[in-house]
């Protein structure tokens, strides 16, 4: 049987069969959508994945209802334009989208200080290739929490 192991509670779950991750499920403004190995279902909520994926929940004391959230945020960091394949990125502990369905080019939601050379700047939704290159914090709610970060 799967287990849901809660990431970010009752948004984000990494699913294990045994040790091994085959997947995540993720709860947006869209409904829940579940992706184990290349294949992804979405579902309206999460009473409707429960009836059909045998799934047990760890911390079976939380109700894994998905919050309400805006239409153009990605695990509550805000995006730029209407977020695609939204998912978190455990690596980099950020939460990711594309602006097209098929695109491959990956942003990041939220605000980042990023140091560019001596200098760091404020950036909104930097695209992931960014945050790989260069030395980052964030992400952040604001730019105003963003400045409060920034290292002179």
């Avoid at 939380?62 to 695990?75: C, F, K, T, W, Y």
């Avoid at 930097?126 to 604001?142: A, D, N, S």
């Amino acid at each position: 049987m799967l287990l849901a192991k809660p990431v970010i509670p009752n948004q984000y779950w990494i699913l294990r069969d045994d040790d091994r991750k085959v997947g995540n499920i993720e709860a947006g403004p869209n409904g829940v959508q579940i992706r184990i190995d290349n294949h992804v279902e979405t579902f309206k909520d999460i009473r409707l994945l429960k009836k059909k994926v045998k799934i047990s929940w760890q911390d079976s004391g939380r109700d894994p209802a998905p919050q309400v959230s805006a239409i153009n945020e990605v695990n509550g960091f805000h995006t730029t334009s209407k977020p695609y394949n939204s998912i978190f990125d455990v690596r980099h502990q950020v939460p990711l989208w594309t602006k097209e369905p098929r695109s491959k080019s990956w942003y990041a939601a939220g605000w980042y200080c990023i140091k560019h050379g001596r200098s760091w700047r404020i950036v909104e939704c930097p695209k992931l290739i960014t945050l790989e290159r260069y030395t980052y914090q964030g992400p952040f709610q604001t730019q105003d929490q963003a400045s409060g970060h920034i290292h002179q």
